[in-house]
């Protein structure tokens, strides 16, 4: 059978479903969901509201203020009652959320509601797989799934906004950031991207399972200089537009109702300033009709950067520049009233921003249910549902990329007769939840650990230790784990990183194992036992040593609260291992940006030339490619076929490949199919991924699959950065990953 996943869960059966490798609609889009206009009626609203508000009204609907705790301050709750807030970011829970909304609704002049909104980004309650796992699976179904139930769980919590997804595109590991994207591939990212804005928002924004998603951070944020965060970014339009922007496009095409623009500036322009990038191609290319919210203090920032002397005159930059609601600056509110008066910024301006606010807030019909259907019933009843638990198991399970498997060690036999369990993270309940814990508790977590000793026989004796810490220097518990490891048949080691060591200001300049984790694994693959390592990490580590020595590696990132049950699932191999890697693993820090989809340059590496483009002192190969993981089974692909030699620009050419299933047991492979232009007007990547299908195959089993390669897919930015087909050779390629597999050629004639 050819599928993304298994049946959707009954509980998130409404999910909208779109094929796992649909090209994307538009020359780098994804999903094609149209953007619907404000109704006539919504409209009339919006006017009558605008005509009676004040100017401290209108700008205090931009102004967005963050909560701690489960209250407002006694200063907050005055500016609410003045109508000087348009909503409160942090506040979570039915009764917090529905006690201030009676201060808008109730005790405010014109009674507009607040929007409450939320970092929602791998889950709410039921904490699922950070995003960079998820992307793992190359499964737009279930990653829309997970979206859905996050949105369900937030909204049925109070909150109507979610500041997610991240679809920045990161090549640099070093950056904390990475976690939460979907890698470092333009196509997989649009098309994931789509898939979790259809999640959050589902198909109609006023339905009480829905919230409103925010596509961040625009834009190139993950482009940051050093991979560290907040940094500069210099790259041209035609990186930016290639590499950086497709995934905010299909998040537009997908229908996303909000953007947040980046802390970093773009070639010297900060994006929370840039009006080329905000109004001129978002709203004006694109036809975006959403509305724009900075990030945090993001607007008075412009002042650090030095585009602006004063908050006031960061205020006036970023309104201009088409930013509608300013995130915990404050300045909207109290410094552009007077800039205002003094005509230095136009009504019309202001009324405009304040318009697409207020239409937000109409979409999700906070006008005439400001709590959005929230009621304290609906939130204990969805909270950590038994289906969200199934659901967040599942993913897990597909987001676990083998990456390695010397001598078939894994699966591991569940009637072993001693298993030893070695890691500071094997039982580290709040690190399995990852960054962006949102309303995760470490109780709800199935560790390592414990999923292994509810899997394992009654007849196995399960030893632990835990080794060393994340950090630091401390090698006094290596006694005990090489003392354990000599008494197992195998030995399970779950090291990486700490939850807090990735996500927002986490970058780190090397990219192994923290403190002293290296030394451990290195003593007990010392002692001879067998040794499985499980990596649970935010960014790809560049763990040479352990690929060159370790047997058996699993890429588990941070999986969430099935952690334990999922890992527990490919080890013993109650499913075989499916995730596919949606990043670069390199070799070392030295080989940082680390992609695929590279130039091949005028003088591509070759060992038998010493003046190409590689190091003097290590491969220029990564450790893992992009695409790499392997299963239990083996696949092989045959009989390549193209539907035409030649196809003009307004032509589709259709690829078929058969896939066949060579081992002795159930798996599913992720066929991809990249394309090189081989010459061009300019240059061109050596291969580009555009297009995928997860194939379930019995062993022995055969299916041929079929790609279309539509205009879309051919296309690239030209010498004037306008998107163009060129006539001239293709290459096609389809096959496990982004290195090898089959190949053939077409050409692209001139119209006829």
């Known amino acids: 059978m050819i599928s993304s996943h298994p049946a959707p869960l009954a509980l998130v059966a409404a999910v909208l479903v779109v094929p796992a490798c649909a090209p994307a609609a538009g020359h780098g889009g994804g999903g094609a969901t149209p953007r619907r206009p404000p109704t006539a009626a919504v409209d009339r609203r919006i006017d009558s509201l605008l005509s ?3 100017l401290d009204e209108k700008l205090g609907q931009l102004n967005l203020l963050s909560v701690e705790g489960d209250t407002v301050t006694a200063e907050q709750a005055e500016l609410i009652r003045k109508g000087a807030v348009g909503g409160l970011l942090n506040l979570t829970g039915v009764d917090a959320t529905r006690r201030v909304q009676r201060l808008a609704v109730d005790q405010s002049r014109l009674k507009i509601p607040l929007i409450f909104g939320y970092d929602v980004i791998h889950g709410y309650r039921t904490t699922f797989p950070i995003p960079l796992a998820e992307a793992n699976t190359w499964d737009p179904e279930t990653v829309e799934a997970t979206a859905r139930v996050a949105a369900r769980e937030a909204a049925a919590a109070g909150v109507h906004w979610t500041y997610a997804p991240m679809v920045d595109i990161a090549r640099d590991p070093r950056w904390g950031r990475i976690a939460e994207g979907s890698g470092e591939d333009p196509y997989l990212g649009a098309v994931l991207a789509a898939a979790r804005v259809r999640g959050f928002q589902g198909a109609d924004l006023k339905a009480p399972d829905a919230v409103l998603a925010t596509a961040k951070h625009f834009a190139a944020y993950g482009g940051a200089e050093g991979g560290r965060d907040y940094n500069t970014v210099d790259i041209s339009e035609r990186t930016l ?3 950086y922007l497709p995934p905010f496009r299909a998040a537009v095409d997908a229908g996303v109702g909000s953007i947040m623009t980046s802390f970093n500036e773009i070639a010297g322009v900060p994006s929370t300033a840039n009006r080329w990038l905000v109004t001129t191609l978002l709203r004006g290319e694109w036809g975006f009709a959403g509305f724009v919210v900075s990030d945090w203090t993001g607007v008075a920032e412009l002042q650090a950067h030095g585009v602006a002397a004063s908050r006031a005159d960061a205020g006036r930059l970023a309104l201009a520049a088409g930013v509608d609601m300013d995130m915990q600056s404050r300045s909207y509110l109290e410094d552009l009233p007077a800039l205002v008066r003094r005509g230095l910024i136009s009504p019309a301006v202001v009324d405009a921003a304040v318009r697409r606010v207020l239409s937000a807030k109409a979409r999700l019909g906070l006008f005439d249910d400001p709590d959005h259907g929230a009621t304290p019933e609906r939130e204990r009843a969805t909270l950590l549902a038994p289906a969200h638990r199934q659901l967040a198991r599942q993913i897990a399970r597909e987001a676990i990329v083998l990456l390695k498997n010397d001598r ?3 699966p591991l036999s569940p009637a072993a007769r001693t298993l030893v369990v070695i890691g500071p993270l094997a039982d580290a ?14 109780e709800d977590v199935v560790t390592a650990l414990e999923g292994i000793r509810q899997r394992v026989s009654p007849g196995t004796t399960l030893l632990y230790a835990k080794g060393s810490d994340i950090a630091g220097a401390d090698t006094a518990a290596f006694a005990d784990a090489v003392r354990l490891a000599r008494q197992a048949d195998i030995a399970v080691l779950v090291l990486g990183e700490a939850a807090e060591m990735s996500g927002e200001a986490a970058s780190r300049s090397t990219l192994g194992l923290p403190g002293v984790q290296q030394r451990l694994l290195e003593a007990v693959h010392a002692t001879g036992t067998p040794v499985v390592l499980v990596l649970m990490n935010g960014r790809p580590l560049a763990l040479e040593w352990a690929a060159d020595h370790v047997p058996a590696m699993l890429e588990a990132w941070f999986l969430g609260i099935e952690t334990g049950h999922a890992l527990a699932d490919v080890l013993f191999g109650d499913v075989a291992p499916s995730g596919k890697l949606s990043v670069t693993i390199p070799r070392s820090v030295g080989q940082v940006p680390s992609y695929y989809d590279y130039k091949s340059t005028g003088r591509p590496p070759s060992l038998a030339d010493k003046y190409t483009s590689k190091y003097l002192d290590a491969s220029w190969a990564p450790l893992f490619p992009f695409g790499h993981g392997l299963s239990y089974t083996t696949f092989a692909y045959g009989d390549l076929r193209l539907s035409a030699a030649s196809i003009t620009p307004a032509e589709t050419l259709r690829v078929s490949v058969t896939v066949r299933n060579t081992g002795t ?14 010459v061009a007007s300019v240059t061109r990547p050596v291969r580009e991924l555009k297009g995928f299908r997860r194939v379930s195959l019995r062993p022995g089993e055969a299916r041929t699959i079929e790609f279309v390669v539509s205009p879309a897919e051919l296309a690239f930015y030209g010498l004037d950065l306008k998107p163009v087909i060129e006539p001239g050779a293709f290459r096609v390629f389809v ?6 597999g089959l190949e053939a050629g077409f050409q692209v004639t001139a119209a006829r």
């Open 735 to 740: 096959g496990g990953s982004s290195v090898g």
């Open 241 to 243: 537009r290639e590499v």
């Open 665 to 678: 047991r159930e798996g599913i492979e992720v066929a991809q199919l990249y394309l090189r232009d081989e």
């Open 52 to 54: 009676a508000m004040t």
């Open 408 to 410: 078939n060690l894994l």
């Open 429 to 442: 309940k709040r690190e399995s939840l990852g960054p962006w814990q949102a309303q995760g508790r470490a």
